[in-house]
């Protein structure tokens, strides 16, 4: 299972570290997700990371704030934000996908199987 924390309230320029950590399965050989769903809208996409650590995607939206990364040996993946804005106020959950070894995590690319459950995220002016 996959557990995201890390959530709270934060002000408008601030920063939080999200952890997604897995118990009772592994995350090595996995590519993995970032998303949120802010209120009122549908879940979107945020980030992803290559199960190798090698390549990464990030939305449009948060791009030059946000940053994914792994930590294998301790079988967690982390979304660190930074210059946070009101608009980034959401529940944030973080997935994996269904199939080891991907070769890419382009939106679109990835069938995301296992999704933990999610952490607010609330972000003040």
């Known amino acids: 299972q996959l557990q995201a924390s890390g959530g709270g309230l934060a002000q408008a320029g601030g920063s939080l570290r999200l952890s997604c950590a897995a118990s009772?399965?592994?995350?090595?050989?996995?590519?993995m997700g970032w998303f949120r769903q802010p209120p009122g809208k549908e879940r979107e996409f945020v980030a992803a990371?290559?199960?190798?650590?090698?390549?990464?995607y990030v939305a449009d939206s948060v791009k030059g704030r946000f940053t994914i990364s792994r930590d294998n040996a301790k079988n967690t993946v982390y979304l660190q934000m930074n210059s946070l804005k009101p608009e980034d106020t959401a529940v944030y959950y973080c997935?994996?996908?269904?199939?080891?070894?991907?070769?890419?995590?382009?939106?679109?690319?990835?069938?995301?199987?296992?999704w933990g459950q999610g952490t607010q995220v609330t972000v003040s002016s």
């Open positions: 997935a994996a996908d269904s199939r080891p070894f991907g070769s890419t995590v382009l939106p679109g690319t990835v069938r995301w199987g296992d």
């Open positions: 009772g399965r592994t995350l090595s050989g996995y590519g």
């Open positions: 990371i290559k199960w190798s650590g090698g390549s990464t």
